[in-house]
């Protein structure tokens, strides 16, 4: 199962790391990567990346904003966000992909999802 | 807006048959598998298909999912009051190096 931190309420510029603990399953096979769900609207994948060798991918759409890292030792995935603004007030979901191989995979577990909330 | 299309909305009756469609392109669906999330009020997203046609463990055989050229698509038979929920498809995108979404559908079951 993956078990991520809490709710978050941050200020504009701020910035915020979500964690996420994975258990259950050989964590350095499997990638992680993180979903984002703002209010009322639909899934964005934002990146990935694969515990053995820390290989990372982006989303376009997101890179250069969030980092996404791992530590094998506690078998933990971090995402990394910085400068919020009040549009990353969102659901911040991590996520397991089921295959070794990045665009077979499909992604069977879900973490339990982070609300962070943006407001000065 | 989206890179997959789906209608935004769909229902049904108890007992009747439903179909959520997943329009892409050649650069995604086309070449790539599809995979569906249900997604209940307040809950994260639960995997209900994945590879076009294969069914996760624990997912009633009720849900059944295809594929042709640009388009996917998930049926379920047998519609119960626990399928209501958004229903999104996902498909990896070989112009962007990462997955893609659809808008989601909300089912409503009546």
């Known amino acids: 199962q993956l078990v991520q931190s809490g709710a978050e309420v941050k200020k504009p510029g701020d910035s915020l790391t979500i964690s996420c603990k994975a258990s259950?399953?050989?964590?350095?096979?499997?990638?992680i990567g993180w979903v984002r769900q703002v209010p009322g609207q639909d899934l964005e994948w934002m990146g990935i990346?694969?515990?053995?060798?820390?290989?990372?991918r982006y989303s376009p759409s997101f890179q250069g904003q969030v980092t996404i890292s791992v530590d094998k030792s506690i078998t933990t995935a971090y995402l990394y966000l910085s400068r919020l603004k009040a549009s990353d007030t969102a659901t911040y979901y991590c996520?397991?992909?089921?295959?070794?191989?990045?665009?077979?995979?499909?992604?069977?577990?879900w973490g339990q999802g982070t609300k962070v909330f943006v407001s000065s | 807006q989206s890179v997959l299309t789906q209608p935004p909305s769909a229902s049904g009756t108890p007992g009747q048959r439903v179909t959520i469609s997943c329009s892409g392109s050649?650069?995604?669906?086309?070449?790539?598998?599809v995979n569906w999330y249900q997604q209940l009020p307040g809950t994260a997203p639960k995997l209900v298909m994945s590879?076009?046609?294969q069914r996760p463990s624990g997912v009633p055989d009720r849900f059944s999912g295809s594929k042709s050229g640009t388009t996917a698509s998930l049926a379920i038979s047998g519609l119960r009051s626990e399928d209501e929920a958004n229903y999104y498809c996902?498909?990896?995108?070989?112009?962007?190096?990462?997955?893609?979404f659809g808008g989601g559908t909300h089912l409503t079951v009546l």
């Open positions: 996520v397991r992909t089921d295959l070794a191989t990045i665009s077979l995979g499909a992604f069977d577990l």
């Open positions: 259950g399953y050989r964590f350095s096979s499997f990638w």
């Open positions: 990346i694969f515990p053995a060798d820390s290989d990372t």
């Open positions: 050649n650069s995604n669906i086309g070449s790539n598998s």
């Open positions: 590879r076009n046609d």
């Open positions: 996902s498909s990896w995108a070989d112009n962007l190096n990462g997955w893609v």
